[in-house]
């Protein structure tokens, strides 16, 4: 699950789960990954999936005063920010899934890391520098560029 805060930061939050998550599930997921970060928000921009359109997803924002919004599947016009986290990192667990297929979801947390460390084109600096006031120093990569063996070695 990716959840982009389209208000001020524009970072992301990623919660890995299944497809057959349903609307409590989800609610779970974003109380115990967002909500402590960032409280309610205004809106919900989702896409067409049972655990959003659910009638209990759906009197849940209506009650908390949440106005949802089901997007088209890939539609960048109505949700492109999110659009274009999604392919970021699609992109990266492409790789990482390549690479590494059975704990593809221990890089979650660097994953999102990472693209909070990353300049926003709109805002013109970090995620972090907006939540934090600062960027967070990242884990340094095990091997460094330097100590790299040549090929003719």
């Not at 990192?89 to 660097?110: F, H, K, M, R, V």
Request: one cysteine or more; aromatic letters at 8%; hydrophobic letters at 35%.
């Amino acid at each position: 699950m990716v959840i982009v805060d389209h208000d001020s930061s524009k970072g992301i939050v990623l919660c890995p789960c299944n497809k057959t998550i349903d609307a409590l599930g989800t609610a779970l997921l974003y109380h115990q990954n967002v909500y402590r970060r960032f409280g309610l928000p205004k809106r919900i921009i989702s896409d067409r999936g049972p655990q959003f359109a659910s009638h209990v997803f759906q009197t849940l924002c209506s009650r908390l005063g949440i106005k949802s919004k089901l997007s088209t599947a890939y539609h960048p016009q109505t949700d492109g920010q999110t659009e274009q986290a999604n392919q970021e990192i699609e992109a990266y667990l492409c790789i990482y899934c390549g690479t590494a297929p059975n704990t593809w979801t221990e890089s979650i947390p660097d994953l999102e890391f990472l693209h909070n460390l990353q300049t926003h084109s709109v805002t013109k600096t970090s995620p972090f520098n907006i939540i934090l006031g600062y960027n967070p120093i990242p884990i340094p990569p095990a091997i460094e560029p330097t100590n790299l063996p040549s090929l003719s070695e």
